[in-house]
């Protein structure tokens, strides 16, 4: 009887750990692409990614880069211009990018948590996530002037089961939309590419959909 017990617990602590594998790898992410390098001038450069960690690599990454806010796009500038909408945090994921003029050509990690337009466990909430050089809540140069840059999803039932996530390029439109209602912005929507397309699927809880064309937000 006890070699059976033994037997029969450690069978069940190989299919424990099976499971929980399987589920790690249910929960990564991987890009359609390898994270690339955005190039916006005078040594400004950012990965199109954002990450689960300090690590730049396809099968660690969250969501892809979608808006940039420039002119007076600072950090706390967007987060009190959107505020208004987007009033509630999210949890943290990784940007990761080099400031020229502010940090000697030097790369550096971010973690950000966002904003989002309504509380866990709802139906749906839109979140963007906001990311500059480390220490200084801007990047900056002078074609720009200050910028900063974003990932954008939307949450379903955040925190609850039956969660899921996705649908990146509606979000985008979405904040788009917001910054043409508010004022004091100019937008430029799909303006640029980024190299980060997303074809629609399902990866886990994660539902991917971006054209690789990330829109432009100029605040005043």
Not at 18 to 42: C, E, H, I, K, M
Not at 83 to 98: E, V
Not at 147 to 171: I, K, L, M, V
Not at 196 to 218: C, F, K, T
């Amino acid at each position: 009887m006890m070699k059976w017990s033994r037997a029969v617990a450690g069978a069940a602590a190989l299919a424990l750990a099976a499971f929980l594998s399987l589920a790690s790898l249910a929960a990564a992410q991987t890009a359609n692409q390898p994270p690339s390098r955005v190039d916006l001038g005078a040594g400004d450069l950012l990965y199109n990614y954002d990450f689960r960690s300090q690590w730049v690599n396809q099968g660690n990454v969250d969501w892809a880069v979608s808006i940039i806010f420039y002119g007076g796009g600072t950090k706390p500038t967007v987060f009190d211009r959107f505020s208004w909408k987007y009033a509630y945090f999210g949890g943290t994921q990784w940007g990761i990018s080099r400031d020229g003029a502010q940090s000697n050509n030097t790369w550096g990690w971010q973690g950000d948590g966002g904003r989002k337009s309504s509380a866990p466990c709802t139906p749906n909430a839109t979140h963007y996530r906001l990311y500059s050089h480390p220490g200084n809540n801007t990047n900056y140069n002078l074609a720009l002037g200050f910028w900063t840059f974003a990932t954008t999803h939307r949450d379903y039932w955040d925190g609850c089961p039956g969660q899921y996530f996705g649908y990146s390029e509606n979000a985008e439109h979405e904040i788009v939309g917001d910054a043409n209602s508010m004022g004091g912005t100019v937008t430029f929507l799909d303006h640029a590419n980024f190299g980060n397309p997303e074809p629609a699927r399902w990866q886990g809880n994660h539902y991917w959909l971006n054209d690789g064309m990330a829109s432009y937000i100029r605040i005043y």
